[in-house]
């Protein structure tokens, strides 16, 4: 699997869009980017994933460069409930391991 | 709520001693994984079974094993515990395979602490 790097924190003001941003540079042609996250110490959450096309749902938008080397994950109205680690991931097929890295931080300040 | 449901939530146990987590996958899902999250490891992937046959195995310890049964529910067994056994045990589960993405659903834990 295709390794990735995302920040280590980033902060975002509550209401505000938050922009995760992720590289994933070796990604192959039929490997998924993936976007998890974990609210201290919970379970992992999915939150959305995509292959080539950009792709919305209920939670957030995920945004992936033509190349498909990076994505970005946008929170459109950051919540205090939205602080969490932010995992992105790249996997092969579904059923795949996810392997986490360390993920983003991302701190919602009122 | 994630429809996989993991018990116990919490437990303790000392040394040496032999513990079982359980997991009930959503309905309907055949794949079952499981993760350790300790605090300076993070997540990592452990083992997967697909319709009762194990699938892909990651870092997991020869004192851990682990079965998926007919009605698809897993247990992970961890023997000879030792210290640095204690973290979260996490299960996660898909409903299938192959091409194509598709999510996974976590369970919310087992907090396993070894004294």
């Known amino acids: 699997d295709a390794k990735t790097t995302q920040p280590t924190s980033m902060d975002c003001a509550e209401g505000r869009a938050a922009n995760l941003p992720c590289n994933h540079s070796t990604i192959s042609g039929n490997e998924y980017v993936y976007w998890y996250r974990q609210i201290h110490s919970q379970g992992p959450q999915y939150i959305i994933h995509g292959l080539k096309n950009n792709e919305t749902n209920e939670m957030a938008s995920l945004i992936i460069t033509e190349d498909r080397k990076s994505s970005t994950l946008i929170l459109p109205h950051a919540t205090l409930r939205d602080t969490a680690v932010y995992y992105c991931i790249v996997g092969e097929t579904s059923g795949s391991r996810l392997t986490f890295g360390e993920g983003t931080q991302l701190t919602v300040n009122p | 709520d994630s429809g996989v449901t993991q018990t116990p939530k919490h437990l303790i146990t000392a040394t040496g001693q032999r513990v079982t987590l359980r997991c009930s996958p959503r309905?309907?899902?055949?794949?079952v994984y499981w993760y350790q999250q300790s605090l300076d490891q993070g997540l990592q992937f452990l083992i997967q079974y697909y319709n009762g046959e194990e699938r892909a195995k990651g870092n997991i310890l020869e004192r851990f094993s682990a079965q998926q049964f007919p009605d698809l529910h897993s247990e992970l067994n961890l023997s000879s515990l030792e210290l640095g056994d204690s973290a979260l045990y996490f299960c996660a589960s898909s409903v299938r395979i192959g091409p194509g993405g598709t999510e996974a659903f976590f369970g919310q834990g087992t907090r396993l602490t070894v004294v």
């Open positions: 309905s309907g899902d055949l794949s």
